[in-house]
Protein backbone atom coordinates (compact mmCIF):
# COMPACT_ATOMS: atom_id res chain seq x y z
CA UNK A 1 0.00 0.00 0.00
CA UNK A 2 1.32 3.23 -1.12
CA UNK A 3 1.03 6.04 1.51
CA UNK A 4 2.89 10.07 1.62
CA UNK A 5 2.25 11.46 4.62
CA UNK A 6 2.41 15.51 4.74
CA UNK A 7 3.73 17.03 7.64
CA UNK A 8 4.81 20.43 9.07
CA UNK A 9 2.14 22.97 7.66
CA UNK A 10 1.00 25.27 10.47
CA UNK A 11 -0.14 29.15 11.11
CA UNK A 12 2.92 31.76 10.57
CA UNK A 13 3.16 35.55 10.29
CA UNK A 14 4.60 37.13 7.18
CA UNK A 15 8.54 36.34 6.55
CA UNK A 16 8.56 33.52 8.70
CA UNK A 17 9.71 29.89 7.62
CA UNK A 18 8.13 26.69 8.12
CA UNK A 19 9.49 23.25 6.32
CA UNK A 20 7.47 20.90 5.11
CA UNK A 21 8.03 17.07 5.16
CA UNK A 22 6.41 14.39 2.57
CA UNK A 23 7.36 10.62 4.07
CA UNK A 24 6.82 7.74 1.59
CA UNK A 25 6.11 4.49 2.01
CA UNK A 26 5.37 1.18 -0.47
CA UNK A 27 6.90 3.19 -3.43
CA UNK A 28 10.73 2.88 -4.18
CA UNK A 29 11.70 6.56 -3.45
CA UNK A 30 14.80 7.02 -4.59
CA UNK A 31 13.87 5.88 -8.24
CA UNK A 32 10.67 8.62 -8.43
CA UNK A 33 10.87 12.06 -9.26
CA UNK A 34 9.13 14.12 -6.30
CA UNK A 35 7.22 17.40 -6.84
CA UNK A 36 5.01 20.02 -4.10
CA UNK A 37 1.96 20.93 -5.41
CA UNK A 38 -0.34 23.29 -3.71
CA UNK A 39 -3.78 24.53 -3.64
CA UNK A 40 -5.49 27.85 -2.03
CA UNK A 41 -9.34 27.95 -1.82
CA UNK A 42 -10.83 28.79 -5.03
CA UNK A 43 -7.88 28.36 -7.16
CA UNK A 44 -7.00 25.76 -9.00
CA UNK A 45 -3.39 23.37 -7.85
CA UNK A 46 -0.34 24.12 -9.10
CA UNK A 47 2.92 22.80 -9.00
CA UNK A 48 5.97 24.51 -6.31
CA UNK A 49 8.87 22.62 -6.96
CA UNK A 50 9.95 19.48 -8.26
CA UNK A 51 13.21 17.23 -7.26
CA UNK A 52 14.42 14.54 -9.60
CA UNK A 53 16.23 11.18 -9.02
CA UNK A 54 19.61 12.73 -9.81
CA UNK A 55 18.67 15.87 -7.33
CA UNK A 56 17.70 18.67 -10.48
CA UNK A 57 15.41 21.32 -9.16
CA UNK A 58 12.82 23.02 -10.05
CA UNK A 59 10.80 26.17 -9.23
CA UNK A 60 7.85 28.19 -10.04
CA UNK A 61 8.38 31.42 -10.38
CA UNK A 62 6.25 32.70 -7.35
CA UNK A 63 8.81 30.92 -4.84
CA UNK A 64 11.80 30.84 -6.87
CA UNK A 65 14.43 32.07 -4.50
CA UNK A 66 12.59 31.76 -1.09
CA UNK A 67 11.34 27.82 -1.23
CA UNK A 68 13.85 24.96 -1.24
CA UNK A 69 13.26 21.55 -2.28
CA UNK A 70 15.24 18.81 -1.34
CA UNK A 71 15.20 14.82 -0.67
CA UNK A 72 16.84 11.88 1.21
CA UNK A 73 16.25 8.87 -0.31
CA UNK A 74 17.52 6.90 3.45
CA UNK A 75 14.89 8.11 4.79
CA UNK A 76 12.25 8.45 1.97
CA UNK A 77 11.73 11.69 2.61
CA UNK A 78 11.13 15.03 0.70
CA UNK A 79 11.33 18.66 1.94
CA UNK A 80 9.85 22.39 1.56
CA UNK A 81 12.44 24.21 3.69
CA UNK A 82 9.83 27.30 2.77
CA UNK A 83 11.08 31.33 3.89
CA UNK A 84 9.95 34.51 3.97
CA UNK A 85 6.04 33.36 3.82
CA UNK A 86 3.58 35.52 2.18
CA UNK A 87 0.21 35.80 3.12
CA UNK A 88 -0.65 34.40 -0.82
CA UNK A 89 1.62 31.01 -0.08
CA UNK A 90 -1.48 30.33 1.96
CA UNK A 91 -2.83 26.68 1.11
CA UNK A 92 -2.68 23.69 1.15
CA UNK A 93 0.11 21.69 0.07
CA UNK A 94 0.39 18.77 -1.38
CA UNK A 95 3.06 16.25 -2.28
CA UNK A 96 2.88 13.72 -5.39
CA UNK A 97 5.13 11.18 -7.20
CA UNK A 98 5.59 12.57 -10.81
CA UNK A 99 5.10 10.14 -14.46
CA UNK A 100 5.87 8.05 -16.11
CA UNK A 101 5.37 5.47 -13.02
CA UNK A 102 1.81 5.62 -11.41
CA UNK A 103 0.86 8.91 -9.56
CA UNK A 104 -0.08 9.00 -6.22
CA UNK A 105 -0.94 12.21 -3.97
CA UNK A 106 -0.68 13.07 -0.23
CA UNK A 107 -3.53 14.04 2.12
CA UNK A 108 -2.18 17.86 2.20
CA UNK A 109 -0.90 19.72 5.20
CA UNK A 110 -2.52 23.35 5.76
CA UNK A 111 -0.46 26.39 5.55
CA UNK A 112 -1.72 29.66 6.73
CA UNK A 113 0.24 32.94 6.36
CA UNK A 114 -1.11 35.98 8.10
CA UNK A 115 -0.43 38.27 10.83
Known amino acids: QVQLVESGGGSVQPGGSLRLSCVSS????????MSWYRQAPGKQREVVAS???????NYADSVRGRFIISRDSAKNTMYLQMNSLKPEDSAVYYC?????????WGQGTQVTVSS
Open 26 to 33: GIIFSIRT
Open 96 to 104: KTEPPRAVY
Open 51 to 57: ITTGGVT
